[in-house]
């Protein structure tokens, strides 16, 4: 039974090694080199389950220096991320530590009458009792660190992906106070050792919670920057629409008057050319885009005329009469950012093969919405851009997507033939 126990020990132990890893990585990438990625997850072995006693000075501080070293060398990031990664997990997974083998000593003692000290003198059910114990301990180890996975793993990414160095040091600053707290307390051991449990669950759920609170404070600051851009965009439409009122109200006039100009022109040539140059100059008001949303026809209506400045073949066939379900602020979101990624990938071929389709209808219960442009030859993977701002483009694909999902839709994009393919299906509610 004790070989049993032992060999499920072994498994819980990696188990629990194998999920600390994963965290840990999430929050901070790995080096690139296969060679040091493996190293790096047998170094966490030896340093996860590493145990740590009441006043025990190397032992906690040799975890402390153990733990900063392999950060800094086997991860990747700034040095504000990996003091974050050194100040969250090592307290953590002392605390951890700690907790579970203490509490598990004093549960096997209090259970036996065996000596305290080495363990020749202890009986074979005494021995079988502690491998129980400590193999229970690993099993809670193993829970309480898929738990804190399966609820951080998501604020983790969020963090790394957007915190800039500013908002690192106050990250910095708050997870201060729960490695002091867990440190001081375990060194300073009190008289009644049982006082160090809740300070070390305080600890790390503190530290967890700063993680969450920036994970917070990162997400308010892009959907408030979102919300900005967005509403800049939606005055601008509006503007554009009262415009464009206006434009067409004159444009009627103005086509009559150029009727008249030019039936009392007789033979006049040159009084010809110039009516009939006036005329093609506002002849694209005629074309003007009836899609069954207001908003999305100035939208392509104006992206229809970068698109013709830029030399550039747009065609639209678009209807969204059941559109009424999605706000205007997603509309700009995903026809904005959708054909701006066209325009400008059509603006790098020749004139002859620039061309953007975009369609858009309700196919029974499902509205589809296709860009589809020709591909400069240079494309790369899509994830990639030929921006120089890499930041600033990756707003473009990722806000789309964002926007469809929030209807329970899907955003998919290929490369195929030499064209390129934008394709959006949300469901009609």
């Given at each position: 039974m004790i070989r049993f126990l032992d060999i499920l020990s072994f498994g819980l132990e990696w188990g629990y090694v194998l999920v600390f890893f994963r965290m840990l990585r999430t929050f901070l990438p790995l080096r690139r080199n296969r060679a040091l990625r493996v190293l790096a997850f047998f170094a966490c072995g030896a340093l996860a389950p590493a145990v740590v006693y009441s006043n025990d000075f190397y032992g906690l501080f040799g975890v402390l220096l153990g733990f900063g070293a392999y950060v800094a060398l086997l991860h990747r990031g700034r040095w504000m991320e990996k003091l974050s990664a050194v100040l969250v997990f090592c307290p953590a997974l002392i605390a951890v530590n700690y907790v579970t083998q203490d509490a598990g000593g004093r549960l096997f003692f209090g259970l036996t009458n065996a000596p305290r000290g080495m363990s020749e003198g202890w009986t074979e059910q005494e021995l079988l009792i502690s491998t129980a114990i400590h193999t229970a301990s690993l099993l809670l180890r193993l829970l309480f660190w898929t738990g804190a996975w399966l609820l951080l793993k998501k604020y983790l990414r969020?963090?790394?992906?957007?915190?800039?160095?500013?908002?690192?040091?106050?990250?910095?600053?708050?997870?201060?106070?729960?490695?002091?707290?867990?440190?001081?307390?375990?060194?300073?051991?009190?008289?009644?050792?049982?006082?160090?449990?809740?300070?070390?669950?305080?600890?790390?759920?503190?530290?967890?919670?700063?993680?969450?609170?920036a994970a917070y404070i990162c997400a308010s600051m892009r959907t408030a920057y979102r919300v900005r851009e967005l509403e800049r965009k939606q005055a601008y439409y509006r503007d554009r629409m009262k415009d464009e009122d206006r434009v067409r109200g004159i444009y009627h006039d103005m086509k009559n008057h150029l009727l008249v100009l030019q039936a009392q022109a007789g033979d006049g040539q040159e009084i010809r050319r110039s009516v009939q140059g006036l005329q093609d100059q506002i002849r694209a008001?005629?074309?003007?885009?009836?899609?069954?949303?207001?908003?999305?026809?100035?939208?392509?209506?104006?992206?229809?005329?970068?698109?013709?400045?830029?030399?550039?073949?747009?065609?639209?066939?678009?209807?969204?009469?059941?559109?009424?379900?999605?706000?205007?602020?997603?509309?700009?979101?995903?026809?904005?950012?959708?054909?701006?990624?066209?325009?400008?990938?059509?603006?790098?071929?020749?004139?002859?093969?620039?061309?953007?389709?975009?369609?858009?209808?309700?196919?029974?219960?499902?509205?589809?919405?296709?860009?589809?442009?020709?591909?400069?030859?240079?494309?790369?993977?899509?994830?990639?851009?030929?921006?120089?701002?890499?930041?600033?483009?990756?707003?473009?694909?990722?806000?789309?997507?964002?926007?469809?999902?929030?209807y329970g839709g899907q955003c998919s994009v290929r490369t195929e033939a030499g064209k390129f393919l934008l394709k959006i299906m949300i469901p009609v509610p």
């Open positions: 969020q963090i790394t992906a957007n915190l800039t160095a500013g908002m690192w040091l106050v990250v910095d600053a708050l997870m201060l106070s729960p490695f002091v707290a867990i440190f001081t307390i375990i060194f300073f051991l009190p008289e009644n050792p049982i006082i160090v449990y809740p300070i070390c669950v305080s600890s790390v759920f503190s530290g967890f919670g700063c993680i969450y609170l008001y005629e074309d003007y885009y009836h899609t069954g949303n207001e908003f999305l026809d100035i939208i392509i209506r104006d992206k229809a005329r970068a698109a013709q400045d830029k030399g550039i073949d747009f065609s639209a066939m678009l209807s969204l009469e059941d559109s009424a379900f999605l706000d205007s602020l997603d509309i700009s979101t995903i026809f904005g950012n959708a054909l701006d990624n066209a325009i400008e990938a059509s603006e790098k071929l020749p004139e002859g093969q620039r061309a953007i389709i975009a369609k858009a209808g309700r196919i029974r219960d499902i509205l589809v919405v296709s860009v589809e442009n020709n591909a400069p030859p240079e494309a790369e993977a899509f994830g990639r851009t030929t921006k120089k701002d890499e930041r600033a483009h990756g707003f473009g694909i990722p806000n789309i997507k964002k926007a469809v999902e929030r």
